[in-house]
């Protein structure tokens, strides 16, 4: 079984930072990529950011310029950083594992219990 933690959400408020993390743990072979998707109240569930395990990144255009995506392959971590924050993000923060490798499940997505952010205007 493999699970995502994820952590670093709160409460700021606008033009502020916050950094959220998302580790990876189980056993597992591999993970084709890391995405972070968001969920405002009423709205649908939004890709916000990925990359791959080799390091490739893709934004949504609402946050590039203000969102960095990394990722620490010897730690299955994921982390976002998140600069100059806008009541609009407020949303709860999700992590998400695609195409994790494991012996019993075969190859199949995870994702995380998510991590509410709220920017204050």
């Known amino acids: 079984q493999v699970q995502l933690v994820e952590s670093g959400g709160g409460l700021v408020q606008a033009g502020e930072s916050l950094r959220l993390s998302c580790a990876a743990s189980g056993i597992f072979f591999s993970i084709n990529a890391m995405v972070w998707y968001r969920q405002a109240p009423g709205k649908q569930r939004e890709l916000v950011a990925a990359?791959?395990?080799?390091?490739?990144?893709n934004y949504a255009d609402s946050v590039k310029g203000r969102f960095t995506i990394s990722i620490d392959n010897a730690r299955n971590s994921v982390y976002l950083q998140m600069n100059s924050l806008k009541p609009e993000d407020t949303a709860v923060y999700y992590c998400?594992?695609?195409?994790?490798?494991?012996?019993?499940?075969?190859?199949?997505?995870?994702w995380g219990q998510g991590t509410q952010v709220t920017v204050s205007s």
């Open positions: 990359i791959t395990w080799g390091g490739v990144t």
């Open positions: 998400k594992a695609d195409g994790v490798r494991t012996l019993i499940s075969g190859t199949r997505d995870y």
